[in-house]
């Protein structure tokens, strides 16, 4: 049982997680005896009338949500649900350049046809800058769009000004779906310099994963509507990509997150405000900051400049990272951080000593714009296709999605015609391990 003992090994060395699940392995009256799933007295996730239905009542009263639906496989089946409910072949919807995968299997699933909205660089973070109500204010007067699709915040904590894309699309007729994925713990943030929740944005959908950034366990999600004019196509759409066989422990996880974060949720937040205050000084005084120049981002994704022998010193401490990519190494803070602070100090105390080690400088991966849309990526999809290495793609339409996970951040989608520049880029995401040397074409 090799899988087991990787866990209980890994449980052991992982003493000080900065990574998901949210909770940390600090909660351990979530996993109760409740691994059972729809039984007779439990109510069912695809009609809920009783303890599941009051249950994601509760929830949707917490966020001010007109309704809220438990989710038993992340946010990915919410985002795929919500793009399936809300277009059809053909239909256009904007998208985020760095949107998630589960955007390009919700496109499969609808037929729609992605509209790519330009964004700029971040040259520090070499990731795409949340768009700008003005690029998308241009789109919506040359398509005819039907939906859009924000992530707020992303995978690094950047924001965009989601009531103004709000404001301009719903002014437009177009329905806003967001990817909060990462931001459950906005809600409690409004006075602490968090970006702002799409759900007080007035966006129309909008679905996050409490177990990134609430107690709540792995896979644990919700989906919440501001508009109860979509509650029954919402929860036939879902029942359409649901399990019938939900997991108990995690919906139960999903009321628990609820209810601990709406009692203690400020509170923690607060305290982690401060805590996260002390690193950051910290990393100033040692000149250990990470070169940022952004407005609008999440401060409980702390990161550090990368530096060389820096994973092993942190293992050597039991700190594990979220994400270790080139010159930069992320690190998720939770509520859970505040309630058990140890971690943070062990990162503390270890910072002159980071400081210490040997610069990476930074890499020189200059991201080419986007490929052309060809074809819808639902019919990209449905065409016989040929796995070919990358130098072979060049001048063809992929039907695969390439997103590297984590973060799952898409780098090329299905139906879109590959030049020369992509190619190049995709060669060199091979050469550092990130995506494998074939790519699946028509
Ligand atoms: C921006 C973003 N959206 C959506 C998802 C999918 O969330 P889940 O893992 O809960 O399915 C992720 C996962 O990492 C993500 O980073």
């Known amino acids: 049982m090799e899988l087991r003992k990787r866990l209980a090994q890994l449980s052991h060395e992982d003493k000080y997680p900065f990574h998901m699940p949210g909770h940390k392995g600090r909660f351990s009256s979530l996993i109760g005896n409740f691994d059972t799933t729809e039984i007779p007295g439990l109510d069912n996730l695809h009609c809920p009338q009783d303890v599941l239905s009051r249950a994601q009542d509760t929830v949707a009263g917490i966020y001010k949500a007109a309704k809220t639906y438990f989710l038993v496989n992340g946010s990915s089946v919410g ?5 399936a409910a809300l277009t059809k072949p053909g239909d256009c919807v904007l998208v985020v350049k760095n949107c998630h995968k589960s955007v390009l299997a919700g496109l499969v699933h609808s037929g729609a046809m992605p509209v790519w909205i330009d964004q700029s660089l971040c040259p520090n973070l070499r990731h795409w800058l949340p768009p700008s109500t003005e690029a998308v204010k241009e789109l919506i007067a040359k398509y005819s769009i039907k939906a859009a699709i924000f992530t707020n915040p992303d995978y690094y904590g950047l924001a965009p000004d989601i009531t103004s894309l709000a404001q301009v699309c719903q002014k437009a007729g177009i329905a806003v779906i967001v990817d909060e994925a990462h931001g459950a713990h906005l809600h409690w943030g409004k006075t602490l310099g968090l970006p702002q929740s799409a ?3 007035g966006c129309d959908i909008i679905v996050q994963s409490p177990h990134k950034t609430l107690p709540a366990l792995t896979q644990a999600a919700w989906m919440h509507i501001t508009d109860l004019a979509l509650e029954e196509q919402m929860q036939e759409t879902l029942n359409l990509f649901h399990t019938t066989s939900p997991s108990y422990l995690l919906l139960s996880s999903l009321e628990y997150a609820g209810d601990w974060a709406s009692s203690y949720g400020s509170v923690m937040l607060r305290r982690l405000k401060i805590l996260a205050d002390v690193l ?3 990393c100033k005084q040692l000149n250990l900051d990470f070169p940022q120049t952004l407005s609008n981002r999440d401060w409980t994704k702390f990161l550090l400049p990368n530096r060389r022998g820096l994973v092993g010193l942190l293992r050597s401490q039991g700190i594990f990272p979220e994400l270790i990519q080139g010159d ?3 690190f998720m803070l939770t509520m859970a951080d505040a309630l058990v602070p140890q971690g943070i100090a062990a990162l503390y105390r270890l910072l002159p000593l980071i400081e210490a080690l040997p610069e990476i400088p930074g890499e ?3 991201l080419p714009p986007l490929p052309k849309q ?3 990526p639902r019919e990209a999809w449905q065409r016989p296709g040929e796995k070919v290495s990358l130098a072979k793609a060049r001048g063809r339409i ?5 997103a590297p996970y984590p973060p799952g951040t898409m780098v090329v989608a299905p139906g879109q015609r590959l030049e020369s520049e992509h190619v190049d880029y995709l060669q060199k995401l091979h050469a550092k391990k990130v995506i494998p040397q074939w790519l699946e074409v028509i």
């Open 328 to 330: 930069k190494v992320l």
């Open 374 to 376: 060809e074809i819808t």
């Open 398 to 402: 992929a039907r695969q999605v390439l």
């Open 199 to 201: 759900i007080d944005a």
């Open 79 to 83: 985002i795929m649900a919500a793009i």
């Open 280 to 282: 950051n000084l910290r």
């Open 364 to 366: 020189e991966i200059i």
